[in-house]
């Protein structure tokens, strides 16, 4: 998208990444329903009035709203089962009906809509990992300290460092592992330069502050290696776990106060970002939306109504006490809810308003 202004080419890149997030996590929660049985009145994407429309056979209406900023899936007979009572109303489609089904139907069908986006950030990865490789580590030399151990023993930028000792190393903290508890001691380094291996011999020298030894040289260069599909895809679930764990870890972390809130972002950060990374190319686009696909998914587990968790939740109250919960005590843990999501959107959006400097625009022009 180089092509493009800046502006035309955010706008564009934050349509594809909302979209593409919001489709799949409304798929999940459609193609659940249909295998629950549940007949699909509506799936949109976008709200307030429809850009394009279409019905399908089944009675299913297909919609794009002018409003890019979600989606839903609308059930037949989604109301609380409590509310779903006297004669049926025409149209009605006994057996189809969401409030009829059983609570772990019902739970199903809610929880398809996370899964299915960290199904999309596993299968993003993985494809990454096909195509462009997975990122590794390397033992390739960056720079070299002038009159350092490495330097005297002739080692180079470019050198990519093979064994010490004899042990073979394939990433730069193995390196570090070896050389510091061997300050003044010769360490016998095999490196790649260019297409031949090169041995020489460099005596690490005592860092002043610990003792420890330094070779004084720089890596952090990363590798890529491309795995098969079945490597690349357990990779790619095993990654997404990881950015998973550390995604909770942050947001727990805001919780305690150990982390700012300055963190959190809204629409407009991620519409700036998506515009940076498509400048950055498919490769940083891609790894972005997989990044968000976790976030979308997380968030729409945490036990808040409105949201998919607090679904859930009452879900797993209803099973427990063996009837639902009434429509008094989840009207107000709705209201409850959208009041929390509501200080959440305020505070993402002065955070956004923030970070692209027109609070601090606002504040000049008042001050």
Same mark, same amino acid.
């Given at each position: 998208?180089?092509?493009?202004?800046?502006? =035309?080419?955010?706008?564009?890149?934050?349509?594809?990444?909302?979209?593409?997030?919001?489709?799949?996590?409304?798929?999940?929660?459609?193609?659940?329903?249909?295998?629950?049985?549940?007949?699909?009145?509506?799936?949109?994407?976008?709200?307030?009035?429809?850009?394009?429309?279409?019905?399908?056979?089944?009675?299913?209406?297909?919609?794009?709203?002018?409003?890019?900023?979600?989606?839903?899936?609308?059930?037949?007979?989604?109301?609380?089962?409590?509310?779903?009572?006297?004669?049926?109303?025409?149209?009605?489609?006994?057996?189809?009906?969401?409030?009829?089904?059983?609570?772990?139907?019902?739970?199903?069908?809610?929880?398809?809509?996370?899964?299915?986006?960290?199904?999309?950030?596993?299968?993003?990865?993985?494809?990454?990992?096909?195509?462009?490789?997975?990122?590794?580590?390397?033992?390739?030399?960056?720079?070299?300290?002038?009159?350092?151990?490495?330097?005297?023993?002739?080692?180079?930028?470019?050198?990519?460092?093979?064994?010490?000792?004899?042990?073979?190393?394939?990433?730069?903290?193995?390196? *570090?592992?070896?050389?510091?508890?061997?300050?003044?001691?010769?360490?016998?380094?095999?490196?790649?330069?260019?297409?031949?291996?090169?041995?020489?011999?460099?005596?690490?020298?005592?860092?002043?502050?610990?003792?420890?030894?330094?070779?004084?040289?720089?890596?952090?260069?990363?590798?890529?290696?491309?795995?098969?599909?079945?490597?690349?895809?357990?990779?790619?679930?095993?990654?997404?776990?990881?950015?998973?764990? *550390?995604?909770?870890?942050?947001?727990?972390?805001?919780?305690?106060?150990?982390?700012?809130?300055?963190?959190?972002?809204?629409?407009?950060?991620?519409? *700036?970002?998506?515009?940076?990374?498509?400048?950055?190319?498919?490769?940083?686009?891609?790894?972005?939306?997989?990044?968000?696909?976790?976030?979308?998914?997380?968030?729409?587990?945490?036990?808040?109504?409105?949201?998919?968790?607090?679904?859930?939740?009452?879900?797993?109250?209803?099973?427990?006490?063996?009837?639902?919960?009434?429509?008094?005590?989840?009207?107000?843990? =709705?209201?409850?809810?959208?009041?929390?999501?509501?200080?959440?959107?305020?505070?993402?959006?002065?955070?956004?308003?923030?970070?692209?400097?027109?609070?601090?625009?606002?504040?000049?022009?008042?001050?």
């Amino acid at each position: 998208m180089e092509f493009l202004p800046e502006p =035309f080419r955010t706008v564009i890149a934050f349509a594809v990444v909302l979209g593409v997030l919001i489709f799949v996590h409304e798929l999940g929660h459609y193609l659940a329903a249909r295998w629950r049985g549940v007949h699909v009145e509506r799936f949109s994407i976008g709200f307030g009035r429809a850009v394009w429309t279409r019905t399908d056979k089944r009675g299913c209406e297909w919609r794009v709203g002018w409003i890019p900023l979600g989606g839903y899936v609308k059930m037949h007979g989604m109301e609380h089962a409590g509310e779903a009572e006297g004669a049926p109303e025409a149209g009605y489609r006994p057996g189809e009906a969401f409030h009829e089904k059983s609570v772990g139907d019902r739970a199903i069908v809610v929880a398809a809509g996370p899964i299915f986006n960290f199904l999309l950030a596993a299968l993003l990865f993985a494809g990454i990992f096909m195509t462009a490789g997975q990122p590794v580590g390397s033992t390739a030399i960056q720079t070299v300290v002038a009159g350092s151990a490495a330097d005297r023993a002739g080692l180079q930028p470019g050198d990519r460092i093979l064994a010490l000792d004899g042990e073979r190393v394939a990433r730069f903290d193995e390196l *570090q592992r070896h050389i510091q508890p061997r300050a003044n001691q010769p360490v016998e380094v095999l490196v790649r330069r260019g297409e031949a291996e090169v041995k020489v011999i460099a005596t690490p020298a005592a860092r002043a502050e610990d003792g420890r030894g330094m070779l004084g040289v720089t890596g952090g260069a990363i590798d890529r290696e491309r795995l098969d599909p079945f490597s690349a895809l357990v990779s790619g679930t095993t990654h997404m776990v990881s950015l998973s764990g *550390q995604t909770l870890v942050g947001v727990w972390q805001m919780i305690t106060g150990s982390r700012g809130a300055d963190e959190i972002g809204g629409p407009l950060r991620i519409a *700036q970002m998506s515009g940076e990374v498509a400048h950055m190319g498919v490769l940083s686009l891609v790894t972005f939306i997989a990044l968000l696909s976790i976030n979308l998914a997380l968030i729409n587990l945490f036990p808040i109504p409105i949201l998919d968790g607090g679904h859930l939740v009452f879900y797993a109250a209803e099973a427990i006490r063996g009837r639902p919960l009434t429509a008094r005590a989840q009207e107000y843990a =709705f209201r409850g809810g959208f009041a929390l999501l509501a200080t959440l959107m305020i505070l993402a959006t002065w955070n956004d308003l923030t970070q692209l400097g027109v609070v601090r625009w606002v504040t000049s022009l008042i001050g």
